[in-house]
Nanobody, 122 residues
Framework: VQLQASGGGLVQAGGSLRLSCAAS????????IGWFRQAPGKEREFVAA????????YYAAFAKGRFTVSRDNAKNTAYLQMNSLKPEDTAVYYC????????????????WGQGTQVTVSS
C-alpha cells in the first residue's frame, strides 16, 4: 500500500489542522492506520492509530482530548484532526499502515508515507 500524507502547514497556537493520509495500491480497509510525528532532534513518536473499520482508536497521552483519528474506507483516506495546537506539536507528521501492527511502535508498521510538516507558532 502506498501512503501520501498532506494537510500540514503553519498555524498559530490554539489553532487547528486536519491531516489526511491517502492510500492506494491494496485494500485500504485491511490496514490499521497509525500516525506518528518527529520533531527535530527527537525520536519518531506515536500519536494515534485507528483499526480496520474505524471501530477502535488509540491515542498517545498528549493527543487525548485534542486530536481525533478517523478514516473513510470508501475514499481510501484516514484523517488526523488536531485542535488546540501547541508549539510543542511542531513536527513532521507521518502516516503508516500495517495489517496487524504493534500499535505504538514505529517498527510495528510496514508502510509509511512521506510526512507533512506541521509548525505551530506561539
Amino acid at each position: 500500500v502506498q501512503l501520501q500524507a498532506s494537510g500540514g502547514g503553519l498555524v498559530q497556537a490554539g489553532g487547528s489542522l486536519r491531516l489526511s493520509c491517502a492510500a492506494s495500491g491494496r485494500t485500504f480497509s485491511s490496514y490499521y492506520i497509525g500516525w506518528f510525528r518527529q520533531a527535530p532532534g527527537k525520536e519518531r513518536e506515536f500519536v494515534a492509530a485507528i483499526s480496520w473499520s474505524g471501530g477502535n482508536t488509540y491515542y498517545a497521552a498528549f493527543a487525548k482530548g485534542r486530536f481525533t483519528v478517523s478514516r473513510d474506507n470508501a475514499k481510501n483516506t484516514a484523517y488526523l484532526q488536531m485542535n488546540s495546537l501547541k508549539p510543542e506539536d511542531t513536527a513532521v507528521y507521518y502516516c503508516a499502515a500495517d495489517q496487524n501492527p504493534r500499535l505504538g511502535v514505529r517498527e510495528g508498521y510496514d508502510y509509511w508515507g512521506q510526512g507533512t510538516q506541521v509548525t505551530v507558532s506561539s
